[in-house]
């Protein structure tokens, strides 16, 4: 399924984009040359008559960003989870006691070793999509995967007291 997002240039404005719903709505964020932003949601029946507009504040529009990521990443693992029968998503907490604890997450060979795929880490509050091998590993990050069950108990037990 494929969306259909419209960039219009406002003159003296700044930019703004809409997107096109299914249903045949249209919502548009507009990016004002001073920096502030908007949402609006434009009437059904005249696309150019907004019939309501909401003002974003930096961190508000990085919320709603964040949401709406979120949402879309859980929708898409639950539909991988649909269409691939047998795969499986875990999260593993890195115990201190675990030889990659202030290691690199290349060290681990864990994709060698077990064929699940790291995903991504969560360190605290920060979440890291996509780590790279150079990525470090601490005690207490949560190892979010992807593989086999089987996959995912060598990749906990890899991760608890290593290669062996």
Same mark, same amino acid.
């Given at each position: 399924?494929?969306?259909?997002?419209?960039?219009?240039?406002?003159?003296?404005?700044?930019?703004? @984009?809409?997107?096109?719903?299914?249903?045949? %709505? #249209?919502?548009?964020?507009?990016? @004002? %040359?001073?920096?502030?932003?908007?949402?609006?949601?434009?009437?059904?029946?005249?696309?150019?008559?907004?019939?309501?507009?909401?003002?974003?504040?930096?961190? *508000?529009?990085?919320?709603?960003?964040?949401?709406?990521? +979120?949402?879309?990443?859980?929708?898409?693992?639950?539909?991988?989870?649909?269409?691939?029968?047998?795969? &499986?998503? *875990?999260?593993?907490?890195?115990?201190? /006691?675990?030889?990659? +604890?202030?290691?690199?997450?290349?060290?681990?060979? &864990?994709?060698? #070793?077990?064929? /699940?795929?790291?995903?991504?880490?969560? @360190?605290?509050?920060?979440?890291?999509?996509?780590? %790279?091998?150079?990525?470090?590993?601490? &005690?207490?990050?949560?190892?979010?995967?992807?593989?086999? #069950?089987?996959?995912?108990?060598?990749?906990? #037990?890899?991760?608890?007291?290593?290669?062996?």
């Amino acid at each position: 399924m494929s969306v259909i997002v419209e960039k219009i240039e406002l003159p003296g404005i700044g930019t703004r @984009h809409d997107v096109l719903t299914q249903s045949g %709505r #249209r919502i548009g964020v507009v990016s @004002h %040359r001073t920096g502030e932003r908007e949402i609006a949601l434009f009437d059904i029946d005249d696309p150019d008559a907004s019939s309501d507009s909401i003002e974003l504040t930096d961190g *508000e529009a990085s919320a709603l960003a964040d949401v709406l990521g +979120a949402s879309v990443m859980l929708g898409q693992l639950v539909g991988i989870r649909e269409q691939a029968a047998g795969l &499986a998503t *875990e999260q593993l907490v890195l115990p201190a /006691t675990s030889p990659y +604890a202030g290691a690199r997450l290349g060290d681990t060979r &864990a994709r060698t #070793r077990t064929g /699940t795929s790291i995903v991504a880490i969560v @360190h605290n509050a920060d979440v890291i999509p996509s780590p %790279r091998p150079d990525t470090p590993l601490l &005690a207490g990050d949560t190892v979010i995967a992807i593989g086999t #069950r089987a996959g995912l108990d060598a990749l906990s #037990r890899l991760l608890t007291v290593g290669p062996g």
